[in-house]
């Protein structure tokens, strides 16, 4: 009965490098979401995606960020260029198809990036 | 104003205690409200989930909704230490983002 996985769960990159981060959904499952958690701040929701969709990216930054959800494989949340602001938790959550679906999301357990 | 506030506490309280977490909204347009647990370091964990107004019971725990007073509140009776954890309330409309609170730091002592 495998959840949300996440890999890595740590990831250290240095400023101007890529970060790539994982996130295979409960098996099933075809939606799939990121969200980043700051020190002291709530989860903020970055994007939705459906397997080869974007659906809602209202949350990303507008620059050196992309996400992907393809047909086959993990979704995949891309930093490039790194900078120090970026240093935060990201989680991924799923959930299933069907009505309010969008509603009941399962979580992983998060990447933690931290860029020197 | 914030969509959603939540006092972050921290909340202490002593074992066996019944636990009340608040969370207020500003828009009248949410219909989902949920409560996640999160431990130190974990990724949060569903607990609640609750469609419109009204009250939801899960063993000790149960979730209320008040869409009349834009609040929503979740309920821990007989607390335990394993209950200490950070609890995060979350609300949305229909195909819409959830929009998470900042959440409330629970402490329960033996």
């Known amino acids: 009965n495998a959840g949300v996985m996440q890999n890595p769960r740590h990831l250290v990159r240095r400023r101007g490098q890529e970060a790539r981060l994982r996130c295979s959904p409960v098996?099933?499952?075809?939606?799939a979401y990121w969200y980043r958690q700051l020190p002291e701040e709530g989860l903020k929701f970055m994007v939705y995606l459906q397997k080869e969709n974007i659906i809602d990216e209202s949350g990303m930054p507008k620059e050196r960020f992309s996400a992907e959800f393809p047909k086959e494989g993990p979704s995949i949340l891309r930093i490039q260029q790194v900078v120090r602001g970026d240093s935060a938790a990201y989680f991924c959550a799923s959930s299933p198809t069907g009505q309010g679906a969008q509603e009941t999301q399962y979580f992983g357990p998060g990447t933690r990036l931290l860029v020197l | 104003q914030k969509e959603v506030e939540q006092d972050p506490g921290p909340l202490s309280v002593p074992e066996g205690a019944i636990v009340s977490l608040n969370c207020t909204y500003s828009?009248?347009?949410?219909?989902?409200f949920m409560w996640y647990r999160q431990y130190s370091r974990k990724g949060p964990e569903l607990l609640m989930y609750t469609y419109s107004s009204g009250n939801k019971e899960d063993g000790r725990f149960t979730a209320q909704v008040d869409k009349s007073s834009k609040y929503i509140s979740l309920f821990i009776r007989d607390s335990q230490p394993s209950d200490s954890a950070t609890y995060l309330c979350a609300m949305s409309q229909a195909g819409t983002a959830l929009i998470f609170g900042k959440g409330t730091t629970l402490s329960v002592s033996s």
């Open positions: 098996k099933g499952h075809s939606h």
């Open positions: 828009n009248s347009a949410f219909q989902y």
